[in-house]
């Protein structure tokens, strides 16, 4: 066996890609308002759940199998409104050009040419047609998401539902975790409370009554989903479920996919970690509709460990945002590059040749040894 500096196919293997993601998140830091950078970084209450999204995956591990992989893999998953090149996603996170200037178009840019989704959500400083279009000049199929509230007034949904319609929008993903805006208190310590001057929620114009507020309301309902499912034609993804109940109840409200996440920690600082969540929404579900994981992914060895447990795909929020502010659509490219790296690099170690290879029986915890299963 050679001594000497051996070659690394692949890219390097997990350190580099954990450097990488790391070394964005700190540029990220140095070039943000620190009053920005803690609206991005920060959760609810004590930040409890902010930390256990991605210690919770720390507590898991992935039991290899050997001498069934392939040279080359495939990484694509299809999904009700898209066909990922990699099962990475990425979610709906607020006011892009607090990061860049050119905020959301870098970042649906970015996704296009990496062959995956961006979920533009309703609070883009962006009009989501301009999202969809700037998208489409990189790739002229590429998919575009479109995220919402339902909102109390159901003229105002109905409007934001057309404008992604007309935007091309090939789906909609419903926020359902938020009856009432989450309280955090590194927003509060800012005084942290609106826009910097130049900078609005665009989708949130010429709506009727004019300009309108984004508005949380605890009495929405399943019946404002049902309404909500009956003005449009595109599949329409349920996220923010962590009860499997609520899973179940989607399903039977014909939701096209299901979306688990606590919101990134920004709403209850009493909720699961999203991953220990997964499991349960992935058997009540029992492979009807397709489930997404979000929440504390922050490497390829969290993709899989996801996947393991039954996930299509996962989103990531954070670091899309740390590569934004750090460097632009380039560093938007970068972490979708790194996570697709790492994910491929832990597949082939995992004995995999598509992400379906990726099985329950492979998820271990750690510190309490390997049991006799069959795979």
Known sequence: ???????????????DLRVGLA???EKARAVLDPVHYDY????VGDEVVLGE????????????RVLRGRTNRDLTVDLPGARLRLPVL????????????????ATARAAAAAGTVLVSGVASTVAIGDVVAAARSVDPAASVWFQLYPQPDEAVTACLVRR????GCTALVVTADSPVFGRHRRDAEHGFHDLPAGLAAENMRE????????VMSPDVSWDHLDRLRGMTSLPLWLKGVLHPGDAVLAVEHGVAGIVVSNHGGRQSDLAPAAVEALPAVVDAVAGRVPVVLDGGVRGGGDVAVALALGAAAVGVGRPVLWGLAAAGEAGVARVLDLLRDEFDHVLALCGGRDPADLTRDLVVTR?????ARCG
């Open 1 to 15: 066996m050679s001594t000497g500096a051996a070659r690394q196919p692949g890219g390097g293997g997990a350190r």
């Open 23 to 25: 070394e964005l998140h």
């Open 40 to 43: 991005y970084a920060g959760g």
């Open 53 to 64: 999204n991605e210690a919770a995956f720390r507590r898991l591990a992935l039991l290899p």
């Open 90 to 105: 990425i979610a709906p996170t607020a006011f892009h050009r607090l990061a860049h200037p050119e905020g959301e178009q």
């Open 164 to 167: 992604a319609e007309r935007a």
């Open 207 to 214: 709506l009727p009554g004019g300009v309108r507020d984004i």
């Open 367 to 371: 510190g309490t040894g390997v049991s």
